[in-house]
């Protein structure tokens, strides 16, 4: 079964230096573990959500903005693929993200099939 682990930041948080180091050096044995493993299909980091651009419709026109500010938002994530939700969080627990105030990870289960699909 895959998994989006959703890596978030509270949007206040600023991080010590030590902790972004932390944060980067947890984040590459992670990699390592899960990539050995056979088990890390992808990962990415998103840029700033300020930067982010939202379409939508609006009484039936579409309406281009700049992304609303969030109290939360989402910075990265990985893409695994795993037996099921247990060892999804066994490597969720393994990045520092869950041992860092203002940060956290959302384990999420990828649908397969269609998109309006409710089965995984």
Same mark, same amino acid.
């Given at each position: 079964?895959?998994?989006? +682990?959703?890596?978030?930041?509270?949007?206040? $948080?600023?991080?010590?230096?030590?902790? @972004?180091? %932390? =944060?980067? !050096?947890?984040?590459?044995?992670?990699?390592?573990?899960?990539?050995?493993?056979?088990?890390?299909?992808?990962?990415?980091? +998103?840029?700033?959500?300020?930067?982010?651009? $939202?379409?939508?419709?609006?009484?039936? @026109?579409? %309406? =281009?903005? !700049?992304?609303?500010?969030?109290?939360?938002?989402?910075?990265?994530?990985?893409?695994?693929?795993?037996?099921?939700?247990?060892?999804?969080?066994?490597?969720?627990?393994?990045?520092?993200?869950?041992?860092?105030?203002?940060?956290? =990870?959302?384990?999420?289960?990828?649908?397969?099939?269609?998109?309006?699909?409710?089965?995984?």
């Amino acid at each position: 079964m895959k998994y989006l +682990l959703v890596l978030q930041v509270d949007a206040g $948080v600023q991080l010590t230096t030590e902790q @972004r180091e %932390e =944060v980067h !050096a947890g984040r590459s044995e992670f990699e390592r573990i899960a990539s050995e493993a056979g088990e890390l299909v992808g990962t990415q980091a +998103l840029a700033d959500p300020s930067r982010s651009t $939202v379409i939508r419709s609006r009484r039936g @026109r579409q %309406e =281009v903005s !700049a992304a609303p500010v969030r109290e939360e938002y989402l910075s990265a994530y990985y893409l695994v693929a795993v037996d099921d939700l247990d060892r999804a969080l066994e490597l969720a627990a393994l990045l520092p993200d869950v041992r860092i105030d203002g940060l956290a =990870v959302e384990i999420r289960p990828i649908m397969c099939g269609a998109i309006a699909s409710d089965s995984a």
